[in-house]
């Protein structure tokens, strides 16, 4: 009777531990796309924000641009259209990082970060620890 009544309760007990680890499976899953939901939202909120800034700065470039045009062609002098060179580059970068291939750049990059320069972006003292953790949060 002793041997039935514990096998059943074995039976109970790894039944219990695969429903826990089935769980804490699905549990993990949802996280991880709850965490790649909020960084694609965020990600394409940073795009959204270049692109508005895009079309503010567009506009101060064209009033610049005529501005400059119409003072060279007042003067006869290249003065008025020297601010246009280094507009030009912000003007570039900025339809680069609103509408071109700025963000799969800098993706690419950080993967190559990633993989040959890992050491450059680990942690001073490493990962925290529970210990660590618990130190400071007593210290409080």
Known sequence: MGSILGKTMED???KQQEFMEKNQEIMLERQIQMQNQMRERQASMMIARSRDLFAWFGSFYAICALAGVAGFAKTKKPGPLIPLVPLSFIFGYQYDLAYGTKMERCREEATRVLLEEGSLIQ???????IQSIDAARQKK
């Open 12 to 14: 109970n007990f790894k």
């Open 123 to 129: 942690l001073p003292r490493g990962l925290p620890t």
